[in-house]
């Protein structure tokens, strides 16, 4: 994670704003998680917990307990490959409620969309997804088929909330249950 933080790249043009810098928590961040980037967007957010190599993406806005927090790689490498396979990270982070029919039209669309006046933007993308092939040695994988099947397996009794969580939703900590 520490070399993928000191890339000399415009990590928000893919999606990823501030790799690695800790930011304010959200009441559903799992306890101890690292911040891999942030995209930008209701409080929509990637990380890696201890002693677990898969990354996880936080959505503060999904909704019910037991989904604010889904893996969606099985390790950094994976994301990166899946992150140059979208262009960006956003997409990542939404394949949670995509079919892959979906999922392809959602990539069409944004390949579509018009960069007039945006081309800079466009070009530290391209520099930025070019710099993390190069620094990694890594080529794009299609991320939703593999998204899916380690999200449909994913049992989210494993993560640790802090007591925020529980007061937010208004559930009992375990910690309260063994009582």
């Not at 990590?11 to 810098?21: K, N, T, Y």
């Not at 006046?117 to 092939?133: N, S, V, Y």
Request: glycine share 10%; proline share 7%; aromatic share 12%.
């Amino acid at each position: 994670m520490a070399r993928f933080a000191a890339l000399d790249i415009d990590f928000e043009a893919i999606g990823l704003m501030e790799p690695g810098v800790p930011q304010e928590p959200y009441f559903c961040d799992p306890v101890g998680g690292e911040p891999v980037g942030r995209v930008g967007c209701d409080g929509v957010h990637f990380i890696l917990l201890p002693g677990d190599e898969r990354v996880f993406c936080v959505d503060p806005a999904m909704g019910e307990p037991g989904s604010y927090v889904l893996p969606v790689a099985e390790n950094f490498r994976q994301f990166l490959s899946f992150v140059l396979f979208c262009g960006d990270a956003n997409p990542i982070s939404q394949i949670w409620w995509m079919d892959e029919g979906r999922f392809r039209d959602f990539l069409k669309e944004e390949s579509e969309r018009s960069w007039e006046g945006m081309e800079d933007l466009l070009e530290r993308k391209k520099a930025a997804l070019a710099a993390i092939a190069a620094a990694f040695d890594i080529e794009p994988a299609g991320p939703c088929g593999k998204v899916k099947t380690l999200q449909a397996g994913f049992d989210s009794a494993c993560l640790r909330f802090s007591e925020e969580y529980y007061d937010t939703l208004g559930l009992d900590s375990p910690e309260q249950e063994e009582i």
